[in-house]
């Protein structure tokens, strides 16, 4: 490729030194693949510098038989020339028995639709501590771990560790705002 179509397509100016078997081909603005590896060495550091703190909590865990909760739902009405359906969804989640409790159900009711429930789902998950044998429990829906993850119904028993998520991600910005 001659030098000029180089300059002409991709602002790209070069230089040969033939003594020394050296071309050198430079731009007016850095290149995206030069962008992107300083980029990826960028937040490479700032994953090794923002190491996570432990914080200890400033109150103790008291846990409650029943305590706190949110519901979240939504109903909707639609109304046709031959059909009239009502939809509904509700979500909520609070302590039972220590744990943390997470329900949902949503339906449909209407001339097609015969079943006003059509899926509910439920799980209930206890954190024993940091014991050897048995740290936690989960009862209702849970998802296995691997390599081939399922969507499960029963009882899990672990020893997995607790970790509380404290950082979700370190992402480094930069260019022309």
């Known amino acids: 490729m001659l030098p000029s179509v180089l300059e002409q397509l991709f602002s790209l100016t070069s230089t040969v030194d033939s003594h020394m078997l050296i071309v050198e081909i430079t731009a007016a603005e850095e290149l995206p693949v030069a962008e992107s590896f300083r980029r990826r060495e960028r937040q490479a550091l700032l994953a090794v510098t923002s190491e996570s703190k432990v914080v200890p909590l400033r109150y103790a865990r008291e846990r409650q038989v029943l305590d706190g909760g949110v519901l979240e739902y939504f109903f909707v009405g639609e109304s046709a020339d031959r059909s009239n359906v009502a939809r509904f969804q509700m979500v909520g989640g609070g302590e039972l028995l220590g744990g943390d409790l997470q329900a949902s159900v949503r339906g449909s009711r209407g ?67």
């Open 111 to 177: 001339a097609e639709h015969s079943r006003p429930i059509e899926d509910g789902d439920w799980r209930w998950h206890y954190v024993v501590g940091d014991a050897a044998v048995i740290s936690q429990f989960t009862v209702g829906r849970f998802y296995s771990s691997g390599l081939q993850p399922k969507d499960l119904h029963g009882l899990q028993i672990t020893n997995r560790p607790v970790e509380l998520r404290t950082r979700l991600g370190t992402y480094a910005i930069d260019g022309v705002v």
